[in-house]
């Protein structure tokens, strides 16, 4: 299996295993545990999918996706209460899947385009869609209101690796150099609290304020 491969799978398992966790959190029962490692496994990959053009989306062509996330879910289920904080390994598991997901995300956009621009934001869509998706659904504050930073460690670990793949370092190293990149900035930002600088306005007046 190559490099982009295993990231592929390793990915979607991660990514699943989170939304397992988020199940758990609620205390879903298994086809709950089973729902949100699905949608949270595969939901980025089929939005760039669709938004690539690319149908039928990269599961229905190859089930083992489905399969891979069913069974984190169902191991999820019967070990999640072994842990001690569920929500921190959520959030480093959510790390590492979008690490690799927006190497991979970015991986297939230029292979479908060639274009630079759109492997970044396929690379950052896939990475950050999933996350997204399982925060709404589990009703869990979502990763974009967090103060930390999350998109943009996809956004630069999409382009670091698209840059690699531009000067022809080939597609191991461009792949090492994306993850770690994304990783880096993700997990500092867990770990020292990182965010980015927001401007100095005041907070928005509710909507029934508004219209009296």
Not at 17 to 22: F, K, M
Not at 48 to 76: E, K, M
Not at 89 to 111: E, F, H, T
């Amino acid at each position: 299996m190559s490099l982009l491969g295993f990231l592929d799978y390793a990915g979607v398992a991660v990514f699943a295993a989170t939304g397992a966790l988020s199940a758990s959190r609620k205390e879903l029962d298994l086809i709950g545990f089973l729902f949100l490692a699905l949608v949270t496994g595969i939901g980025g990959g089929t939005m760039r999918d669709v938004v690539l053009g690319s149908l039928p989306v990269f599961w229905v062509i190859n089930p083992d996706y489905v399969l891979v996330c069913a069974s984190v879910g169902v191991l999820v289920f019967f070990t999640a209460h072994m842990l001690e904080s569920r929500y921190r390994l959520l959030v480093w598991l959510d790390a590492i899947g979008l690490s690799a997901y927006c190497v991979m995300g970015a991986a297939k956009g230029y292979v479908a385009t060639g274009s630079p621009t759109v492997a970044v934001v396929t690379g950052t869509l896939t990475a950050a869609c999933g996350g997204i998706l399982r925060d709404i659904i589990a009703g869990e504050p979502s990763v974009l209101l967090r103060p930390e930073i999350y998109v943009t460690a996809a956004l630069a670990g999409a382009t670091v690796f698209t840059a690699a793949t531009e000067f022809d370092l080939g597609t191991h190293t461009a792949s090492v150099f994306g993850a770690l990149t994304a990783f880096a900035i993700r997990g500092g930002a867990l770990r020292f609290g990182w965010s980015l600088p927001r401007p100095n306005s005041r907070p928005g007046r509710p909507p029934d304020d508004v219209m009296k």
